[in-house]
């Protein structure tokens, strides 16, 4: 009897030992490529005559845009999502700016400003278990960066 113990003991311990491993839950964060500068704030500023920003994804081939935040200076927060969820996102446009996806490509414009007070728009974008996302400073017309 006690061999068939350590029989089945030795049997089903390799499945224990293969089944954990340190990278268990590990996600490796989205990389990004642009020609615009983030500032140390963490935001991408914007005139106010609004802009193009392209991004482009180094490490994913492929992601979905989740949501874009919009937000006034001392302003309620207001959230635009797409209408449904199938993971296939390609552009999500608010009051503020638009969102396009292109294969590993983000294209976010920012519309020009008609408010004296600063702007925030926030870009999130998941790919399977990463997720990232843009912050933009859109400058008022009578305030500085």
Same mark, same amino acid.
């Given at each position: 009897? !006690?061999? !068939?113990?350590? #029989? ?17 839950? !590990?996600?490796?964060?989205? !990389?990004? &490529? ?15 005559? +609004? +802009?193009? @920003? ?23 927060? &207001? ?11 390609? /552009? ?13 490509? #983000?294209?976010? /414009? ?17 790919? +399977? ?6 912050? @933009?400073? #859109?400058? +008022? #017309?009578?305030?500085?960066?």
């Amino acid at each position: 009897m !006690k061999k !068939k113990l350590l #029989l089945l003991i030795l049997m089903v311990l390799p499945f224990f030992i293969a089944s954990c491993s340190d990278d268990d839950g !590990k996600v490796e964060p989205m !990389k990004w &490529k642009t020609e615009e500068n983030q500032s140390s704030d963490g935001y991408f500023h914007v005139s106010p005559q +609004g +802009g193009t @920003f392209v991004l482009q994804c180094t490490n994913y081939s492929d992601f979905w845009i989740t949501r874009i935040t919009e937000q006034e200076a001392k302003g309620e927060e &207001k959230e635009f999502t797409p209408p449904y969820d199938d993971h296939k996102h390609f /552009t999500i446009t608010s009051n503020w700016a638009t969102a396009t996806q292109n294969g590993n490509t #983000l294209t976010v /414009t920012i519309s020009p400003t008609t408010s004296n007070a600063n702007r925030f728009i926030k870009v999130s974008v998941q790919s +399977g278990d990463a997720f990232d996302e843009f912050k @933009f400073k #859109l400058r +008022g #017309l009578k305030v500085g960066l």
